[in-house]
C-alpha cells in the first residue's frame, strides 16, 4: 500500500501538467478559424502589418519547445490568427525542468 503511494506520487510530480493562458485584445476577431499549417511564427514583429488578437501563454514540465510551439500554433488557429509575433521562450533546468513559451497572435491588416 505505501509503495504504491509513493509511485503514485512519483508520477504525479513528472508528468506534465500545461497550462495554457489567452488574453484576447480586440472584441473584432475574425469569423472563421486559420488552418494550422498556415500560422507563421516570428520571434519579433510580423514583416507586414498586422493588428492584435491575443496574447498567448503556455507552460508545460519536461516539454521541448518544437511542442510548445505547434501547441501555440493550434491555439493561435483557432481564433483566427495568420502568425505569431514576438515569441519568447522560457525553459528551465533542474529536477522539473519546465518550458514557458508567450506571443502576440496576429491577424494581417490587408488593405
Do not use: H
Request: hydrophobic share 50%; with cysteine.
Amino acid at each position: 500500500m505505501k509503495l504504491s503511494v509513493i509511485w503514485t506520487l512519483v508520477v504525479v510530480a513528472f508528468a506534465g501538467c500545461t497550462s495554457s493562458t489567452r488574453l484576447l485584445l480586440t472584441e473584432n476577431m475574425p469569423k472563421r478559424p486559420t488552418k494550422l499549417q498556415d500560422i507563421m511564427v516570428y520571434m519579433s514583429g510580423a514583416p507586414i502589418k498586422a493588428r492584435p488578437l491575443a496574447i498567448l501563454s503556455i507552460a508545460r514540465r519536461g516539454e521541448n519547445s518544437v511542442w510548445a510551439v505547434e501547441a501555440m500554433k493550434e491555439e493561435a488557429a483557432e481564433i483566427g490568427a495568420d502568425a505569431i509575433t514576438n515569441l519568447d521562450i522560457y525553459y528551465s533546468t533542474g529536477i522539473l525542468p519546465e518550458l514557458r513559451i508567450s506571443g502576440l497572435a496576429v491577424k494581417y491588416v490587408v488593405k
